[in-house]
């Protein structure tokens, strides 16, 4: 199973390496470069779902 995700901003384009949680969903981050607060979208659990190159471990285990 990967921890580590590349996170994108959707508003700036800054990609940053994130290791995801363990123990809970990630259900928002803050971009570095621009502070918009990520959320998200509708039907992902969790930001590394919507935004990151690596889905989360619950999505991992699923495939």
Do not use: H, N, R, W
């Not at 384009?13 to 949680?21: I, L, R, S």
Request: glycine share 6%.
């Amino acid at each position: 199973m990967k921890l580590q995700s590349i996170i994108k901003c959707p508003e700036c384009g800054f990609e940053k390496v994130e290791t995801m949680p363990t123990d809970s969903c990630a259900s928002s981050y803050e971009c570095t470069k621009c502070k918009t607060l990520l959320k998200p979208k509708e039907g992902d659990c969790c930001v590394f779902c919507t935004y990151g190159s690596v889905k989360c471990q619950i999505k991992q285990g699923e495939s």
